[in-house]
Structures are given as structure tokens and as C-alpha cells.
């Protein structure tokens, strides 16, 4: 990249910070035990380095714990990296924390002029933006009252319409745009589809991996303190959810002081795309599972050529359940839901509507019972899959709201629920005279 083009540059940076395991709460036990106290040492970040150009956005990726928000930190220059360098070149605004920069007692406009002065401006050009930045928050009456007294989606709208005001050059956004409600979030998009379109480079933590497709002109996946993909967003978040559910059924996804160093770890079969193992029994349930239970279910699992628990739009899905018989039953329905995360039912069958028939089983038998979906009409997404077992005549055997999770990606960018097979056509009808 040539070197009028690039606006931040991380070179081979490495972040670790001190977590004491004792805590001396007197000065005479913090004089006398002062060279003793015993500390470990956490690696956020680990021999990372890339370079972001000028008017790129940019997601980052991964899960909790990873160091997506110190990278953040060590770029606003918040935090310094113990070793490699950061180079930073134009105006920096940063959304890192609720509240970051805020006073509580101060007003809504008080705390306007304070966080505008952190990020460089004078009074004057504060107070010349002042009426465009409580019109963009809405907080209408609010203003002029102490933000102790704001919810999170308050403190939100405050400091993105400062944060959008100072004009920067570039904008550090860490999740904060999750606490808003759905209309201010909307509006917020379009606010940063404008700093795109004006070659603004923006990074953005965020979870929503949708949000990185259809937003992102790239995506960096960190995990365990080091960069592990750095590249397309679309193929950058399959591989990422593909590694994280793995890593969730085997319970890898725990935080530990203890990392294991990714440079001895074998991340092949992330590159190569492998398919993810089959999840086990899963005891989370999110719902209050109801039924006379002489039917069980023992596991529900998706399956897919990309793994369990995450499917291309349009692809075949095998929805998986294994049930164990504690009495014979005859006349046993299973059912399968595919609902948003809230809870929206968006389709639903079972095996009596589809005509294969109640059955019949013996106290001890175990049966596993297959779906499968030929092209699954689901756009990119998160969605939830509930089981239901049932006898013919409606008695609930065992009824498990959402059992297991769904993640359907794309490299079409569609937007809704619906995954419509298409065609586009251009036909030349003669030129208008």
C-alpha cells in the first residue's frame, strides 16, 4: 500500500496486562508485601499487525475476551502496546464505552461541550455544532438533565452525535450501537453510510455478523490474542462462526489466563474450511420445557455440509433429532420449529402434517428422527429451532423451546428472513425517440 493511502498502521503490536492475585487493602501491608505480591500475567494481544487504508471499514470479529476492544484502545491511543508500534494518521473519534468520557452529574449539553473538548474541539466549534448534535440524539427535553439519570440507550444516542460532529477521520465504534433501539440504530447506519461514502475509515467491533457483511469492505477475526484471517467479510465471518460453534460445543470458548499459543496450534482445518463436529445434548436450553416426558428428546442438532449449527443460504439442512422412549407410546408425533431469536415462528411442520404418520414405540428404544431441507429459504441470519414431541390427539410429550441455534450466512447480501431463489434480466426495448 502505498504510503499516502493507509490512515492506521499496526506493526507486530503485543498488549499484556498485570491481574494481582492478592490484594493488600492497608499501606502498611502494601510497604511490607510490596515486592512479593504475586500477579499473572493476561496476553490481550499477541504479535499483531496490519495495515487499514484510507476510507476502509473495517469489522472486527471474535469472541469475548479475544482483544478486539484493546486493539481498539491501543488505536485511540487510550492504552500503549508494550511492544511493536501503532501509527495513526488523521483526526481519531472513538465510541469505546458507555459513558467514557461523560460526567454524571453534568446535563446532557454540559456533557457535550466536555466530551467534544476531549476529542479536540474548541468551544466555539462546539457550540457551533451544538444545535446539529442534540437534533441528531432526539433526547429532546433530556438535555438538559444530569445523565445519571439516562438509560444505556440514552448515554448511546449522546455519544454518537458527538462522536459523528467532530467530523472524523477516522471512527473507532466498540458495540455501543447494540444498546439503541431499532429506529436511532437505523439512522446511525446511515450517518456512517454517509462518512463511507465521504472516505471516512471507520472499525467497528461488533457481534452482529450480519452487520460485518453488509457494512464491511473488510474483516479481521482475532482470537486468543492473535489475528487469524484478515480478508473478505463474507468468507471471514463463515469461517469465524464455524470455528467459534465448534469450539462452543467442546466448551473451548471458556476465558482462561492460561492461552494457548495459536502459533502451535493447528488452525488448518479453519483455512480448509472443515466441517464442525457434531454438538452434543444441548442442557441450555433457552425455553421451559413442558410435557408428560414418557417420550424424551436427548439432542436436536443442525447439521450442514459446513458443520452443525450454521448453513449457506439455499443449501440442504438436516435437522436432527434423537429421542429415548421411557414407556411405550403409541401415536407419537415430532414436530420442528424455525423461529427468529424472539421468538417469531417462521415455519413449522411435524411428522403428521406431513403425512408420515404417527408412530408407535417401546418403553427403552431410542430413535433418531431426521429433516431434511433440500434448499433451506432462510436469509443470512440468526434463528432458533425448537422441538416438539407429541401424541396424535395434541397430548405434549416433550416440548423444547429453542433447543438449538442456527446461523445461516450468505455472500449475497439480502436483507429479511426469506432466502428467494432469483434471476435478474435486462431486455433492450428500442431507444426512445
Not at 467532530?166 to 447506519?189: H, R, S, T
Not at 424472539?342 to 404418520?357: A, F, N, P, Q
Not at 401424541?391 to 423444547?400: K, Q, R, S
Not at 436483507?415 to 431507444?431: L, N, S
Request: hydrophobic content about 40%; charged content about 25%; overall charge negative.
Amino acid at each position: 500500500m502505498a504510503q499516502a493511502e493507509w490512515a492506521i498502521e499496526v506493526d507486530h503490536v503485543s498488549k499484556a496486562f498485570r491481574v494481582h492475585t492478592e490484594k493488600n487493602p492497608t499501606l502498611k501491608e502494601k510497604v511490607i508485601y510490596a515486592r512479593r505480591a504475586k500477579h499473572r500475567e493476561f496476553v490481550a494481544l499477541r504479535d499483531v499487525s496490519m495495515t487499514i487504508g484510507k476510507g476502509t471499514t473495517v469489522g472486527l470479529l471474535g469472541v469475548n475476551g479475544s482483544g478486539k476492544s484493546t486493539l481498539l484502545k491501543l488505536i485511540s491511543r487510550i492504552l500503549y502496546p508494550d511492544t511493536g508500534s501503532i501509527h495513526v494518521r488523521g483526526k481519531v473519534s472513538s465510541l469505546l464505552e458507555l459513558g467514557a468520557g461523560f460526567h454524571p452529574d453534568f446535563t446532557g449539553t454540559e456533557n457535550i461541550f466536555l466530551n467534544g473538548s476531549l476529542m479536540g474541539l474548541s468551544k466555539k466549534e462546539i457550540q457551533y455544532k451544538l444545535d446539529e448534535i442534540i437534533d441528531f440524539s432526539e433526547l429532546g427535553d433530556f438535555i438538559r438533565e444530569p445523565i445519571r439519570s439516562y438509560s444505556s440507550g440514552m448515554y448511546m444516542r449522546l455519544a454518537f452525535s458527538v462522536a459523528v460532529a467532530v467530523d472524523p477521520e477516522i471512527l473507532l465504534i466498540d458495540e455501543i450501537l447494540a444498546v439503541g433501539d431499532a429506529a436511532f440504530q437505523a439512522k446511525c447506519m446511515d450517518r456512517l453510510r454517509k462518512l463511507q461514502s465521504q472516505n471516512r475509515t471507520i472499525v467497528i467491533v461488533t457481534h452482529d455478523t450480519g452487520a460485518v457483511e453488509r457494512f464491511c469492505d473488510r474483516a479481521v477475526w482475532l482470537h486468543n490474542s492473535r489475528m487469524v484471517l484478515d480478508g473478505d467479510p463474507s468468507d471471514c465471518v463463515q469461517r469465524y462462526l464455524q470455528e467459534a460453534f465448534q469450539n462452543a460445543s467442546e466448551g473451548a470458548n471458556v476465558m482462561s489466563f492460561d492461552r494457548v499459543d495459536e502459533s502451535s496450534t493447528d488452525l488448518s482445518h479453519v483455512a480448509a474450511g472443515d466441517a464442525v463436529a457434531a454438538t452434543s445434548a444441548q442442557e441450555d436450553a433457552a425455553g421451559e420445557r413442558v410435557g408428560g416426558h414418557e417420550v424424551v428428546l436427548t439432542t436436536v442438532a443442525a447439521h450442514s455440509e459446513m458443520g452443525t449449527d450454521i448453513v449457506r443460504a439455499g443449501m440442504p439442512l438436516q435437522v436432527v433429532l434423537q429421542a429415548t422412549c421411557r414407556v411405550d407410546k403409541a401415536n407419537v408425533v415430532f414436530g420442528v420449529h424455525i423461529e427468529t431469536e424472539d421468538g417469531v415462528l417462521l415455519y413449522g411442520t411435524d411428522t403428521r402434517i406431513d403425512l408420515t404418520g404417527p408412530r408407535s414405540f417401546v418403553a427403552g428404544e431410542q430413535w433418531q428422527v431426521s429433516l431434511q431441507f433440500e434448499q433451506l429459504a432462510l436469509a443470512p441470519g440468526h434463528y432458533a429451532l425448537s422441538a416438539r414431541v407429541f401424541t396424535e390427539a395434541g397430548e405434549p410429550l416433550d416440548i423444547w423451546p429453542q433447543c438449538a441455534h442456527l446461523t445461516v450466512v450468505s455472500e449475497p447480501r439480502e436483507v429479511g428472513y426469506m432466502h428467494m431463489a432469483h434471476t435478474w434480466t435486462f431486455e433492450p426495448k428500442g431507444v426512445k425517440v
